[in-house]
């Protein structure tokens, strides 16, 4: 079946680059997605990017895809204490399936 | 996202109770999903509805059941709680996509419930 994984923990220091891994089984995975999760609240999405694509940048996010190795992950240029957050990667096929989510990366940002 | 609600926020509750959870959305969107969330094992997803007359059980559909009442409304209940099913539960919905061309979800508050 379908899998997606990531590491659970994640520590940075201010104004350092985090970079969040993931790596999923489905090679028929279409779209991949980044969420973000603040305390006490829902899942934000971050961004997408489709599966025929390398790398998609918006602002201080970098997303980067090898699709050989299943392989995803989200850059995040000059962390801030904002950016401390629990990070969802998640894919689908699109059409009739629903997301398959990773179990989520808490980005701990030390002042 | 303001533009889906779920109410309650926070609900205790004693074994063997039925509950239900309601999730309304004002984005349009036909697809609508319920997941439970758990620390350390992410987003689980119990239930989904692709319209109105389309419901499909997720991984862990066992104890849960919903209602799709309208294309905005979807509600999840649990028919006799239990402990094990004290958890944070959210609820999404996503536009088709093959209209959209993306399977974007836009999630809930989340509802935290417990079982006592």
């Known amino acids: 079946g379908e899998d997606v994984e990531q590491s659970l923990f994640l520590s940075v220091r201010e104004g350092d680059s985090s970079v969040i891994n993931c790596t999923y089984t489905d090679s028929s995975s279409t779209y991949l997605y980044w969420y973000k999760q603040e305390p006490g609240a829902g899942l934000q999405l971050l961004t997408y990017?489709?599966?025929?694509?390398d790398m998609k940048q918006d602002q201080r996010l970098t997303v980067l895809l090898n699709k050989k190795d299943k392989h995803l992950s989200l850059r995040i240029a000059d962390t801030q204490t904002g950016d401390s957050a629990i990070y969802f990667c998640a894919e689908t096929r699109g059409g009739r399936r629903a997301l398959t989510f990773g179990s989520g990366t808490r980005l701990q940002v030390q002042p | 996202d303001a533009d889906v609600t779920q109410t309650p926020r926070n609900r205790i509750t004693k074994t063997g109770k039925r509950i239900m959870l309601e999730c309304s959305q004002t984005k349009g969107h036909d697809r609508m999903y319920w997941y439970r969330q758990d620390p350390g094992l992410g987003l689980r997803l119990i239930y989904y509805s692709f319209d109105v007359k389309d419901i499909n059980k997720g991984e862990i559909s066992d104890g849960y059941s919903v209602s799709r009442q309208a294309q905005a409304k979807f509600s999840l209940s649990l028919e006799s709680a239990i402990p094990n099913q004290t958890a944070l539960y959210f609820c999404?919905?996503?536009?088709?996509?093959?209209?959209?061309?993306?399977?974007?979800?836009?999630f809930g508050p989340g509802t935290r419930l417990t079982v006592l």
């Open positions: 999404a919905t996503s536009g088709d996509a093959r209209k959209t061309n993306t399977d974007t979800q836009y």
């Open positions: 990017i489709f599966s025929n694509m």
